[in-house]
Structure formats: structure tokens, C-alpha cells
């Protein structure tokens, strides 16, 4: 149902107002990729409510879970979006061309940094993805993927304690599937001495 913007700006109808509300109760449970789902949603029903005008690029202003306040730029979404598309595709130099125009827009977007950190990944950019996943712990220090990214660069490193420690941390912080184990293992298998595993993560904790 249409509604006036003066009372809720940038959000045309009821629907737009509970999917950024439902996103932003996601954020603050930690839920990023469902919070993206609901966003993307919200800016199909600005499209399909106003076909003829230009969705209005404002900020919608969300909290994580840690208390931080962030802002997704429509139009920075709309490049990510795009460019998650050719990553689908494997155009991953074209995807990280599309993630670096949408950071120029939006630099402090967890979400993209997170994106272009794998897209680099891929083009075996390391320092550079390694530069993305840390940027996306010092936004969230307790979103898991920021950890699981840099545990993923830092194994293709073969710094493999640095990995551990990175991928111990996306387990504490709530990251559960067999992929993470799978590489908890291999950097466990890849060390000399295991020994020290459980005093290195201890400090990574400090």
C-alpha cells in the first residue's frame, strides 16, 4: 500500500518500510545475507512502484550487531549487485572492476569489502583481498565471514597459523559448516607444530 515519503523517507510503500526494518533486525542479529535479501527486495518495490523515476540513492541507516552504525548507499547496492552477477558468471576481473566503483561510493560497505576480498581472492590478488577482509573485521569485529575471508587468503599464503587462528575465530564468532572445518583442518595439518595452536589462538583472542 502507497504511503506518503514524508513519513518514512526513501520508502514508498508499507512493504519497503517493514522489509528495512525486518533488514535491520537482521543486522543486528549478525544475519548480513539475510539483511542484503531484504534490502534487494525493498529496492524491487521501489522500482515497481515508481517505473519512471530515478529510485531515490538515499542511505538506509542500520545498526550491527555490535552497535555500529552503518549505511547501505543504493547506489553502491546496485553496482554490488551487479557485480555479483559476474562473479556468477566468473568475470571476476569485471566483478572486482564493478565491487572497486561501488567502494568509491560507499568505503565503508561490509558487504563489498567482503565480496571484492573473494573476488581477489580468485584473481590471486592476495595482498590486496587480504587488505578487504580486514577491513571487514575493523567494521564488525564479530562478523564471522570477515575472519572466514581472511582465513581463506591467509591458507593460499601458506601462512598456515595465521590461518588457523583467523578460522578459529569465524568458528567462535558463529560460522558452523563443513568447508570451515575442512580448512580448520588443513591449516592444522599444515603446521609443524600443532603444539602451539591453542596458545595462538588464545592471543589472537587478546
Not at 502507497?2 to 522489509?19: C, D, K, M
Not at 542479529?29 to 531484504?38: D, F, M, N, V, W
Not at 573476488?119 to 571487514?136: G, I
Not at 603446521?191 to 595452536?197: C, E, F, I, S, Y
Amino acid at each position: 500500500m502507497p504511503i506518503s515519503e514524508e513519513l518514512v523517507p526513501g520508502n514508498s510503500t508499507l512493504h519497503s518500510v517493514a522489509y528495512v526494518r525486518l533488514a535491520k533486525c537482521y543486522k543486528e542479529l549478525g544475519q548480513i545475507e539475510e539483511a542484503e535479501r531484504l534490502l534487494k527486495k525493498r529496492l524491487e518495490i521501489e522500482k515497481m512502484t515508481k517505473p519512471r523515476e530515478m529510485i531515490n540513492d538515499d542511505k538506509i541507516e542500520v545498526e550491527m550487531n555490535n552497535g555500529q552504525s552503518i549505511k547501505t548507499n543504493g547506489a553502491s547496492e546496485k553496482l554490488r549487485l551487479q557485480g555479483n552477477e559476474l562473479y556468477k558468471l566468473r568475470k571476476f576481473k569485471e566483478s572486482s572492476e564493478i565491487y572497486s566503483k561501488a567502494l568509491e561510493l560507499d568505503p565503508n560497505d561490509i558487504l563489498i569489502h567482503s565480496n571484492q576480498a573473494l573476488v581477489l581472492l580468485k584473481l590471486n590478488e592476495l595482498d590486496d583481498a587480504l587488505v578487504h577482509a580486514e577491513t571487514c573485521i575493523r567494521l564488525n569485529s564479530k562478523w564471522s565471514k570477515g575472519y572466514y575471508r581472511k582465513g581463506c587468503i591467509l591458507l593460499e599464503q601458506k601462512k598456515y597459523s595465521e590461518a588457523f587462528a583467523a578460522l578459529q575465530l569465524a568458528k567462535n564468532y558463529g560460522a558452523e559448516d563443513a568447508d570451515l572445518s575442512k580448512k580448520i583442518n588443513l591449516a592444522r595439518k599444515q603446521l609443524k607444530n600443532p603444539q602451539l595452536l591453542s596458545f595462538q589462538f588464545f592471543c589472537c583472542m587478546l
